[in-house]
Every structure is written in C-alpha cells, then in structure tokens.
C-alpha cells in the first residue's frame, strides 16, 4: 500500500496538468482558425473594396418597405428600415403567438376529448401538419390568396365593410377620436387594477378563506372601464369605411395577403406543435389527482383550477415557450414570400450595400437577444414553480 | 337455507341494443352526453360542407393529362401540371437523358433505408453497406467514371437534392454533435464554455441566417482563388445547425445516465475515450435514439429552406414549373403534391421512431 502511495506519478498522467494542456490545445487551435479566417476576410474585403463597419446604417435606404407600423419612407436611413422589419417581425410573431396558443390548447384538448370523430380529427390535424415544411405551407397559402381570390374590383364583400381581394382583407376601422387615446389608458388602469386586486383577494383567501369570485369582477373592471370612458366621450360611432378608388382600396385597415399566409402557415404549423405538448402536459396529471381533488368537495372548476391546471402548466410551459420561440424564428421565412420582416429588410440591405457580414450578425443579434430573452423568462418561470421537495 | 337454491333454469337477460355494438359505440364514442352530442352533429356538418366539395375538385372534375389551357376550362384540380412535369419537379436541371441514374441513386438510397428499419440488420455490415451505398450514388450523380458522363453540381436538382442535402446533412451532424454535447459535459472549464457559447448561439438563430451566411460570407472566408460549390455551401450551414440541436438532445441521454456507470467505469480502471465508447455512449445514445429521428425530421423538412438561397431542391423544382406561362396559377395542385411527399417521408419516419421507441421500452 505504502509503495504505491509514494510512486511518484510522472506529469503527463497527472490529469490536471492534462486537462490544462488540453485546454491550452483548444484555444491554440481555436485561435488560428479565428486569425485564419479573419486574416482571409479583411484580405478579401480590402480586395473586394468593401468598407466594414456599421457605418452604413445612418445612409439612406432609398427602398420602400411594403408595410410598417412607423412612418417610413425610402429617404429614411437603414437603421430606421431594420426597425422597421424588427418591429413587422414582432407584429406577426406577437399576433401568430396569440392565435397559436388559442388554436393549440383546443386542437389539443380536443384530441383528448372522449369524443371519437373529434379525437380522431384533431389527431390528422396533428400528424398532417407537423409532417409538412412550413415554408411550403407559407408557399400554399400564399398562392391560395392569389389564385382563389378576385381582383378588387370584384372583391368579396361578405359584411359590410369587409373586402376580401387578392390584394389583402380590408376592413372598417372606427375613425380617430379623441377618445380612442383615453380608451387605451383606461385598459391599462383596469389591468392593473385586476392585477393588484388578484393578489389581495389571493392573500385573504391564504388567511381568512373566505373566497372572492375574482374572475368575474376582473373581467368586469377590464371590459367595463374602456366602455365607460367610451360613453362618457359620447360614444363616438363614425366607422373608417373603405372604397374603390382606381385600382384599390382607399380607406379602412389593411392586411396584406403577405401577412395573411405567414400568420396562417406559421399558426397553423406551430399549433400542432402546442397541441402535442397541451395534450402531454394534461396526460401528465394522474387520474387520481382529479378523483383526490373530487373528494375533498371541489366543484369541476375548481378542480382544474387549482389541482390540474398547476400540475400540468408546469410540464406545458417550457416546452410551450420553445415552440413560441421556434415560431419567432420562423417567421424569418418571410423573405420567402415577400413580408417585409427584419431578415427580409436585411437582406435587401445587404443586396443593396455589399455589407454582408454585418448584415448576416445584425439578423443573428436581433433573433438571440429574443431568445435569450425568453430563455431568462423560462429560468425564472421554472424557478417559481419549481416542485419544493422534502 | 334451501329455498335460496333453484333448480329452474334462470333466464339470461341480453344488454339493451343500444349498449352493445354499432349502436353501443356510436352511444359511447359519439353522444355521449349533450356536449359531445352537438359537438358530434357541429363536426359532422362541418365534414359535410367541405369534404363533398374538395372531393369533387380533387377527382371528379379534374384533369390529369390535358394541357394547360385545357385546365383553364374546368373547375376542378389540374393535376396534369404535375403529371406532365413530373420529371422536371423530381429532377431538377439534371440532363434529361442520364436521368436514370439519380432515379437509381435514390432507389439504393430508399433500399438501404428500408433495411436500417429493421433492428435485426444493425450491425457492422450495415455500416459498410451504406458507406459503399453512398459513394455509389456520388458516382452515379456526379459521373465522371466508368463512361458515365461528368454532370456538374450546379445541375443537380429535385428529389435527388433534398435528399442528399438532407442524408449527408444528419450523417456529418451526428458525430459532431456528439462531440459537443461530451464537451458540454466536461470538466474542462475552456472547452465546456466554447460549446456551450456555440450549441446556445446557434440555437438561438433562425436557419435561414446560417444559410445566408453560408452563401454570402463563407467565401469571404476562404484564402484567394479558393471557391467550394453552391451545395457544400448550404449543406455546411445544415450541419452547424442541426449539430446544435442533436448536441442538445445528446446531452438528454448523457444526463440520464446515473453516476453509478461513471465510477464503475472508473474502478474498471477505464480512461475517458474508453469509458464512454464502451460504456456510457452506447447506452446514452440508445436512450435517445426517438427524440434523434425527430431531429432528423425536422432536418428533412428544412431543407425546403434553401430554396431561399435559390438551390434547386424539390419545392424550387415545382416553382420552377409554375412560372412557365402554361402552367402559371396551378399552385395549390403542385404544392399539394409535393405536400404529400415531404408528408410521406416525414410520417415515415416519426413512425419507425414510435415503432423504435416501443421496441426499446424495457420497462425500467
């Protein structure tokens, strides 16, 4: 025993010393592919009379964007065209994001419905979906609106200032009032109103028990407030109704058939996605779970309101948001059918201007900051809900 | 106690009729209780008002070998556009008269797939057979051997594509995606900090930006004079991308394993290479093996994404045939083809992983 603790043992086995050779062997090779290719690059650019830098983003853009939540036009800089696409790219993931979650959770309910032909058709849904590219389904949907679709001169007009044409859906909006600003901040104040009052009610149950029936009030104060304010302005009617003028519509709020077949391909993929996962996570709570929950008295919502819906969000939830996210990526298919997003704004920046690397890292910089982003949310999600174990 | 036993014959009651067969199920399965009742009437009328109508479009009115003008006349599908292009949509630009030998390519490539599906096949010699496999079919698309006559790169297309984008894109992804997720696992501070930067930085952004950068700047990157083909480019970005998520999932099976197989590796005197080619890979990867194939899935169905980078994969081939002005405006009928092809390979696949997942499912 003693012999072989006094061995000496040489150096090169020591594995310390060979984690730090291995180490030091990593970072060597690593930063000679780093110089090789960098040295390459400047040596191509100069060669190529390329000027690095970002720079570019203060000159004009001297393109149109086809659609923008902010004044744009083409004398503005590249800088403000990027926002621009960020901003469309964050329209469609925000509203595909709303639609997917509501068409998941009920596909995916739906197929663990008792019913047979509703079970059944929830699950071709599932299995047709998932097993087509989304890009084809973005390709599909788009040349529907284009073929199917009239002209608008014979748009469809199925109610009353709604027009359906191969150039978008344009719909009657109510026209700018004074209120409308007013409106917004009273939604607010209600919101946080139900917030603050969702907690109390919450804190007084924990020690008093008695319960206060907090959804109906909430909803109360959020629908109830705006309308009042609504009225108190003499509730303003005047609608924004469009017309044919020449060749198109003027007037009302439109929806390009660009955006309309990204949000229909993109909710429509993912939320076949959301529903395998909705229908995992309700799987996931055990029978006895609702029969326990039953015999302690609890009426059916209240089962899954404070038994099923807990045990479950925690299984649905971070898968749940990587499918939010993976939606987010992929509305970077818009460049395919012509969306203005942030890949599509970028890349015809790059076209224009020859500055491809920092067009290639200006995409990779917005779309990891919003994964990153949501990465922090899941941490501190699971965090929270984490089960505390004895 | 003896009037409680009889003698006499009782009768057996049968159960109602409409507890029991058709009838019992159609209870049971379809109105059972009001909701269900009305959902099952509402879904009913829902199928009544659009299968008729897409069945008559599909096949009673539609053409499958008329011409495009022909098309025009009739309301229902016109599957002719792809009945006379099949050839084009399956192969691309490859030259019309060697286009047997991506149609053999694809048939060993199919030959040897259906053979992986078997477990009974998994061993050595399905290695060295898809190994031969492959270059047999590199040699058949890309000629230049035994008089076949050399067909550039730039030409191939269709079918062959994809799947070629897609088979070498997993091939090369999956050993370096192993190699990643054992160094996300290891105790070296350097290299688990590098592969977790780059398995986080990758997942974090969209394909379509590791294309774009595959196809603008990775010439940049090249010494003078230095140029690599269109495809290698793409299917460069493939493999950095899908080694990404099959690292991921690698590291699922490798932090499965209990500690217990590491220290008896260990005691067995095993050193690292050793320790995991025998003992923990073998099992991690086996662990892991239904969440792979839908990488693999996933893998199949982006390569419909180079189409942005103007490759002539399967969907570009298609959109190739719409704008011919004969054919221009049957969209649907050729996306719905090629619709049912990815469907085809995709459900193929996700299949064989349920199959797989039941057959490795030992119980504990």
Redesign the interface.
């Given at each position: 025993m003693e012999a072989v603790a006094s061995e000496k043992i040489p150096f090169w086995l020591n594995p310390k010393i060979r984690?730090i050779f291995?180490?030091a062997g990593?970072?060597c090779c690593?930063a000679f592919l780093a110089w090789y290719?960098v040295s390459?690059?400047l040596?191509?650019?100069e060669?190529q009379s390329i000027a690095t830098g970002f720079s570019f983003l203060n000159k004009e853009s001297a393109f149109e964007v086809g659609e923008s939540l902010i004044s744009y036009s083409s004398a503005d800089t590249y800088g403000r065209a990027l926002i621009v696409g960020a901003l469309n790219t964050l329209k469609v993931s925000f509203f595909g994001i709303l639609l997917t979650l509501l068409l998941g959770t009920l596909v995916g309910l739906s197929r663990l419905?008792?019913?047979?032909?509703?079970s059944r058709?929830a699950a071709l849904y599932t299995?047709?979906m998932?097993?087509?590219?989304?890009?084809?389904?973005l390709?599909?949907w788009y040349?529907?609106f284009?073929?199917m679709l009239p002209s608008p001169r014979g748009a469809l007009n199925p109610v009353n200032g709604l027009f359906l044409c191969n150039r978008g859906v344009i719909f009657a909006v109510p026209e700018a009032h004074a209120a409308h600003k007013f409106m917004l901040l009273s939604l607010g104040i209600a919101l946080a109103a139900a917030f603050f009052l969702r907690n109390w009610a919450k804190k007084r149950q924990a020690t008093t028990g008695k319960h206060f029936p907090i959804f109906w009030v909430s909803a109360g104060i959020i629908a109830g407030l705006p309308v009042m304010v609504w009225l108190f302005f003499g509730a303003p009617m005047n609608m924004d109704m469009p017309a044919l003028k020449g060749f198109n519509y003027k007037g009302g709020a439109t929806l390009s058939p660009e955006f309309i077949a990204l949000l229909l391909g993109l909710v429509l993929y993912t939320a076949a996605f959301v529903a395998e996962v909705v229908r995992a996570g309700v799987q996931s709570v055990s029978r006895g779970q609702t029969e326990a929950a039953r015999s302690i008295g609890l009426r059916s919502g209240q089962v899954l309101n404070l038994v099923i819906l807990p045990q479950a969000l925690r299984v649905i939830v971070p898968p749940l948001t990587s499918q939010m996210l993976n939606l987010t990526?992929?509305s970077?298919?818009a460049?395919?059918i012509g969306f203005p997003d942030f890949?599509s704004v970028a890349?015809t920046t790059?076209n224009q201007t020859g500055q491809?690397?920092e067009?290639?890292a200006l995409?990779?910089m917005v779309?990891?900051m919003?994964?990153?982003s949501t990465s922090a949310f899941m941490n501190w999600y699971n965090k929270k809900t984490k089960l505390i174990e004895r | 106690m003896s009037e409680i036993i009889s003698n006499t014959k009782l009768q057996t009651l049968k159960p109602p009729v409409t507890n029991i067969g058709v009838l019992g199920w159609i209870k049971a399965n379809l109105f059972n209780g009001w909701f269900s009742s009305i959902l099952t009437l509402l879904t009913i009328l829902l199928l009544w008002n659009t299968v008729p109508p897409l069945f008559r479009w599909a096949f009673l009115n539609s053409a499958w070998t008329a011409g495009g003008s022909v098309c025009r006349e009739i309301d229902g599908a016109c599957w002719s556009v792809v009945v006379n292009n099949i050839r084009f949509i399956i192969f691309g630009f490859f030259p019309y008269d060697h286009q047997w030998r991506p149609l053999i390519a694809m048939l060993i490539l199919f030959g040897l797939l259906g053979f992986s599906r078997n477990r009974n096949f998994w061993r050595r010699e399905l290695v060295y057979a898809w190994m031969i496999g492959l270059v047999t079919m590199g040699i058949l698309m890309r000629g230049g051997f035994f008089g076949l006559e050399t067909v550039e790169s730039t030409s191939w297309g269709g079918l062959p594509l994809t799947l070629l984008l897609s088979v070498f894109a997993l091939a090369l992804a999956y050993p370096l995606g192993v190699v990643l997720a054992l160094g996300r696992q290891s105790r070296l501070p350097v290299i688990k900090s590098l592969c977790v930067v780059y398995i986080e930085l990758i997942r974090g952004v969209p394909l379509i930006s590791l294309l774009f950068m595959g196809s603008i700047i990775f010439p940049l990157f090249l010494p003078e004079g230095v140029t690599i083909n269109t495809i290698l480019r793409a299917l460069v970005a493939m493999i950095l991308f899908t080694a990404a998520y099959i690292a991921e999932v690698v590291r699922g099976g490798l932090q499965g394993m209990s500690t217990g197989q590491y220290e008896a590796a260990d005691s067995l005197g095993l050193n690292y290479y050793l320790t995991m080619r025998l003992i923990i890979l073998p099992q991690a990867l086996k662990i892991v093996i239904p969440p792979t194939v839908s990488i693999l899935i996933s893998a199949f169905k982006d390569t419909s994404l180079v189409v942005i980078i103007s490759l002539y994969d399967l969907l570009k081939s298609s959109q190739t045939v719409l704008s011919n002005p004969e054919w221009m405006g049957f969209s649907r009928e050729v996306y719905i083809v090629v619709a049912i092809l990815y469907f085809l390979g995709c459900f193929s696949m996700s299949n064989f992983s349920r199959k797989l997942e039941k057959d490795l499912d030992t119980g504990y």
């Amino acid at each position: 025993m003693e012999a072989v603790a006094s061995e000496k043992i040489p150096f090169w086995l020591n594995p310390k010393i060979r984690g730090i050779f291995y180490q030091a062997g990593v970072i060597c090779c690593f930063a000679f592919l780093a110089w090789y290719l960098v040295s390459n690059t400047l040596h191509n650019l100069e060669k190529q009379s390329i000027a690095t830098g970002f720079s570019f983003l203060n000159k004009e853009s001297a393109f149109e964007v086809g659609e923008s939540l902010i004044s744009y036009s083409s004398a503005d800089t590249y800088g403000r065209a990027l926002i621009v696409g960020a901003l469309n790219t964050l329209k469609v993931s925000f509203f595909g994001i709303l639609l997917t979650l509501l068409l998941g959770t009920l596909v995916g309910l739906s197929r663990l419905s008792s019913n047979w032909l509703v079970s059944r058709l929830a699950a071709l849904y599932t299995e047709v979906m998932q097993n087509i590219p989304v890009l084809l389904q973005l390709f599909f949907w788009y040349a529907v609106f284009y073929e199917m679709l009239p002209s608008p001169r014979g748009a469809l007009n199925p109610v009353n200032g709604l027009f359906l044409c191969n150039r978008g859906v344009i719909f009657a909006v109510p026209e700018a009032h004074a209120a409308h600003k007013f409106m917004l901040l009273s939604l607010g104040i209600a919101l946080a109103a139900a917030f603050f009052l969702r907690n109390w009610a919450k804190k007084r149950q924990a020690t008093t028990g008695k319960h206060f029936p907090i959804f109906w009030v909430s909803a109360g104060i959020i629908a109830g407030l705006p309308v009042m304010v609504w009225l108190f302005f003499g509730a303003p009617m005047n609608m924004d109704m469009p017309a044919l003028k020449g060749f198109n519509y003027k007037g009302g709020a439109t929806l390009s058939p660009e955006f309309i077949a990204l949000l229909l391909g993109l909710v429509l993929y993912t939320a076949a996605f959301v529903a395998e996962v909705v229908r995992a996570g309700v799987q996931s709570v055990s029978r006895g779970q609702t029969e326990a929950a039953r015999s302690i008295g609890l009426r059916s919502g209240q089962v899954l309101n404070l038994v099923i819906l807990p045990q479950a969000l925690r299984v649905i939830v971070p898968p749940l948001t990587s499918q939010m996210l993976n939606l987010t990526k992929n509305s970077s298919l818009a460049v395919a059918i012509g969306f203005p997003d942030f890949v599509s704004v970028a890349n015809t920046t790059i076209n224009q201007t020859g500055q491809s690397i920092e067009g290639v890292a200006l995409i990779m910089m917005v779309y990891l900051m919003f994964s990153l982003s949501t990465s922090a949310f899941m941490n501190w999600y699971n965090k929270k809900t984490k089960l505390i174990e004895r | 106690m003896s009037e409680i036993i009889s003698n006499t014959k009782l009768q057996t009651l049968k159960p109602p009729v409409t507890n029991i067969g058709v009838l019992g199920w159609i209870k049971a399965n379809l109105f059972n209780g009001w909701f269900s009742s009305i959902l099952t009437l509402l879904t009913i009328l829902l199928l009544w008002n659009t299968v008729p109508p897409l069945f008559r479009w599909a096949f009673l009115n539609s053409a499958w070998t008329a011409g495009g003008s022909v098309c025009r006349e009739i309301d229902g599908a016109c599957w002719s556009v792809v009945v006379n292009n099949i050839r084009f949509i399956i192969f691309g630009f490859f030259p019309y008269d060697h286009q047997w030998r991506p149609l053999i390519a694809m048939l060993i490539l199919f030959g040897l797939l259906g053979f992986s599906r078997n477990r009974n096949f998994w061993r050595r010699e399905l290695v060295y057979a898809w190994m031969i496999g492959l270059v047999t079919m590199g040699i058949l698309m890309r000629g230049g051997f035994f008089g076949l006559e050399t067909v550039e790169s730039t030409s191939w297309g269709g079918l062959p594509l994809t799947l070629l984008l897609s088979v070498f894109a997993l091939a090369l992804a999956y050993p370096l995606g192993v190699v990643l997720a054992l160094g996300r696992q290891s105790r070296l501070p350097v290299i688990k900090s590098l592969c977790v930067v780059y398995i986080e930085l990758i997942r974090g952004v969209p394909l379509i930006s590791l294309l774009f950068m595959g196809s603008i700047i990775f010439p940049l990157f090249l010494p003078e004079g230095v140029t690599i083909n269109t495809i290698l480019r793409a299917l460069v970005a493939m493999i950095l991308f899908t080694a990404a998520y099959i690292a991921e999932v690698v590291r699922g099976g490798l932090q499965g394993m209990s500690t217990g197989q590491y220290e008896a590796a260990d005691s067995l005197g095993l050193n690292y290479y050793l320790t995991m080619r025998l003992i923990i890979l073998p099992q991690a990867l086996k662990i892991v093996i239904p969440p792979t194939v839908s990488i693999l899935i996933s893998a199949f169905k982006d390569t419909s994404l180079v189409v942005i980078i103007s490759l002539y994969d399967l969907l570009k081939s298609s959109q190739t045939v719409l704008s011919n002005p004969e054919w221009m405006g049957f969209s649907r009928e050729v996306y719905i083809v090629v619709a049912i092809l990815y469907f085809l390979g995709c459900f193929s696949m996700s299949n064989f992983s349920r199959k797989l997942e039941k057959d490795l499912d030992t119980g504990y």
